[in-house]
């Protein structure tokens, strides 16, 4: 398996030559791409690549992506907690949501906090055209997830080939 660096070169790699490719594209009128469009992407592509690794779910012990956090990086302990490495966090679908999810729900927690102990405390809108840069900042979070996963091995009928398996397991019993 790669090391948390290797993760890192590949994708930096990767996004170097997707670049390139998008730039010539662009250059030849093949494709549009916004600054804007690229500026979500290129977000989602790094902060899926430094700070929200499917390797988080090894945050108990010393992760790249969780010490990238800096003080806060203990919040990722309990993800660790709840999903066993290769597991459900390494599946090319539901695993990048997961961190997705757990971060909503940090935000939410520290949001109702800050509204229970200051209730005039003002809750952030979130912008209607939001879709049009959710697009390719997913894009570039997905991607960059789907680049580690590929260079760990895991193939994206992973969390099936699990599910099966727990399923047999569970037959086994009875």
């Known amino acids: 398996m790669p090391s948390g660096r290797v993760h890192n070169l590949i994708n930096i790699a990767a996004y170097s030559v997707l670049a ?22 290129t977000v989602g592509f ?8 499917p390797d988080l779910d090894l945050a108990e012990g010393q992760v790249d992506s969780k010490r990238r ?7 990722w302990v309990p993800y660790g907690m709840l999903c066993r490495h290769r597991g459900l966090s390494h599946t090319w679908l539901v695993g990048p949501l997961t961190r997705l999810a757990y971060l909503a729900v940090i935000a ?32 570039g979070y997905y991607l960059s997830q789907w680049l580690h996963l590929i260079a760990d091995g895991v193939r994206p009928d992973h969390g099936l080939r699990q599910a099966r398996k727990t399923v047999k397991r569970v037959r086994k019993t009875f």
């Open 69 to 75: 956090w800096g003080w806060l990086g203990f919040l």
């Open 46 to 53: 790094f902060v899926g690549t430094f700070l929200l690794s």
């Open 108 to 139: 939410a927690l520290v949001l109702g906090l800050l509204r229970f102990v200051w209730p005039a405390f003002p809750v952030p809108a979130i912008p209607q055209p939001l879709s049009l840069k959710l697009l390719p900042l997913l894009a």
């Open 20 to 41: 390139a490719g998008v730039l010539v594209a662009a250059q030849q009128n093949l494709l549009t791409v916004t600054p804007l469009q690229a500026l979500h992407f």
